[in-house]
């Protein structure tokens, strides 16, 4: 399937835009935030490098308190409502920084906030998942991340121009704005309703909630590990992330100590990094991923060149610093979302739907961890030695990590391949969970009322989930069928296997008519091949014959070893006398399904069925009384 059709399709998914469509107003927002924030306290209130540090210690410091326990809530209750009360309780929040008189007051706000947009972004994570199939995915993470970083560019724009112009409060007016909107536009989000998660639900109750979640974050860990390649990764991006907040956090003192007018350089030069991000995820939405570690590798050596360049230029005049710096700057982005993006792309499509939460909640805690840990060392190194030290520190770092990552690049590789996969035995669990869905809808409805949406609703996972692995009901009806076809066919050899006459194969399968009450999943089989005659249903047909033929070749092998070993001398051709069985066998529980097995008298039918097959396979007397081949 092409790139253009795969992004088509996307375009027609109403649920989908109704996501980014709240994701951009949402991303656009949170960066007029930032900035605003840190002129507040940086530039405004002149603060010491420590206190810069503080106001983003607060930004990301709940990602690492909340992260993984968000990924649980995400994963337990419906996401949609999730994200609506995060942006609710942010309009909030933000019209309270507008207002506020001192650093405190900032932190315990902005502290709150990122609390909530936490407890935002694995459950938005999730519900892309829901949304969009898995062939889908990564042209939607894609276009998720040209968002996030096209946000970059207008967001600290508009920034530094309202706060130029206008001053610092219009920036939090319409950051308040942009979360009202988002909230408008998950209306037109559907909720996603869970039904086989609610027995489970109910016995979680009756457990302690913290071992809940305890339990929970450790199922997220654990499927990490399933995924060597991807844990790896992980933890190069965390490092990377440390390191790279060393100077990161600083850049707006690095900025007040060359030019006059900081802020608008600084919206320049965030501009230009989202500008650089926005273009690394438009080349990965598009590009085939063959090295996580490899683009990991040239992200870091791209982000340790330019940090160290900003420093080591520093010196320069500042009108040739206010065109080289963005410069830089866009290098810096592009390099972040080389090292980033593939990581989220992966993760995205080798995490399970029901799983996308706690996984996404782990490594939002990991890699904020390492940020966290990144911004407390910046401000502390930055007041000891300086701003230009620490990002000398912060680049050379940087291409440290570059280094490490090449080195252990091959054999991470060699060992558990190029990009994490899903286990097969996993995938097949997920198969054999949506058929068994698929079968009680259609034994309730039948097969002709029951939709996809059906068999969604009743399998408890996502549209994209499904669709992952059928695309029609028919498919399902036929990977049924398959399957019951393949579970005859080894009932028959094993029954062969053990030491058994022929015939008392025969009467073991007949038998089973009388044992078993009528499974309605063959009434279902009858109701999807009795149609097949309707000119919408004729490609049916082919398929009819082809598991007619399959069927009485199984029986024509077990009657030929009969009469290979002189067990059988029949009257009529075999392919007849198995037709003949089929035909008959298939007739009693089509008449037992719709009238009872009393009033069938299944077990009279099927010992005439018997007598008739004595007769026309004309078995030795001997044969019989003896139970053993006459030689």
Known sequence: MTGGSVSNRLYKNKAFLYLIASQTVSAIGNWLDILAVITLVAVKWNTSPIAVSGVMLVFVGPMVLLGPFSGVLSDRFERRLIMLISDLFCLVLVLGVAFSTQLWHVYVLIFLKSSFVALFIPAKNGKLKEIVGDDQIQAAMGISGMIDNGAKIIGPVLSGMFVATAGIQLAFYIDALSFALSALFLLGVPKHHRKNMVEKNEQQKKRNIISNFLVELKEG?????????MLVSLIITTLLLLVLQIADTQFMVLLRGIFKDPVTIAGYSMAASGGGMFIASAIYTKKHISSTLGCMFFGALGLGISLAALALMSQLSPIVLSIAYPMLFFLAGFSFGSAIIPLNIIAQKSTPVDKTGRVFGMINSMTTLGTLIGMVSG??????????????????????VSILTIIIKSPIERRFGMSPKVSIQYKEKRKREILKAAETVFCQKGFEPTTMKDVVEVSGMSRGGVYQYFSSTEEMLKSILNERDEQFEKKIHNLIQSNQTVWETIESILDEYNKDSFNKISAVTYEYFVTGWRSEGMERIPYLLTRFNRSRENYIKMLQIGVDT?????????????????NVTDGILLEENLAGKKETDTEGQITALKLYLKTALQIETNFLEIGAFPY
Request: hydrophobic fraction near 50%; proline fraction near 6%; charged fraction near 10%.
């Open 221 to 229: 860990f654990s499927f990490l590990k399933t995924i060597p390649v």
């Open 566 to 582: 002189g067990e059988f001398y029949p009257k009529q051709p075999l392919s007849t006398i198995a037709t003949f069985m089929i």
């Open 379 to 400: 401000g502390i190194l930055s007041e000891l030695f300086g701003v230009v030290t620490t990002f000398i520190v912060s680049g050379t770092s940087l291409i440290a």
